[in-house]
């Protein structure tokens, strides 16, 4: 089964910055587009970011627009997903995907059922 695997979560007071790396096997990482959601405590999965497979301008959720930025190393099969000016509402598990049907034209989907493969999830807490 196909595994994606999240790290770089943590503890952090608000304003700071973490950075999350996720890796994918090579098979799914070249084909497929790749995004982050969050879930916080009680509440369901929400879209963070994500962006395609050949690069591109990226799509984020407007709480995180301009605090957060999503990046690709495909040498290193590696998506991350850099969070700074971080708030106390930012603090939930994150997760990383891949969705092999995302092309190189069209509106990049904001659906989980849109992604095909998942990670287990990194916590990461804002404290005030």
């Known amino acids: 089964q196909v595994q994606l695997v999240e790290s770089g979560g943590g503890l952090v007071q608000a304003g700071g910055s973490l950075r999350l790396p996720c890796t994918a096997p090579?098979?799914?990482?070249?084909?497929?587009?790749t995004g982050w959601f969050r879930q916080a405590p009680g509440k369901g999965r929400e879209f963070v970011a994500a962006v395609r497979g050949g690069g591109g301008s990226p799509a984020y959720a407007d709480s995180v627009l301009g605090r957060f930025t999503i990046s690709r190393d495909n040498v290193k099969k590696t998506v991350y997903l850099q969070l700074n000016s971080l708030k106390p509402e930012d603090t939930a598990v994150y997760y990383c995907a891949a969705d092999r049907s995302l092309g190189p034209v069209g509106v990049i989907p904001r659906s989980e059922n849109n992604y095909d493969y998942w990670g287990k999830g990194t916590q990461v807490t804002v404290s005030s």
């Open positions: 090579r098979s799914v990482f070249r084909n497929s587009g």
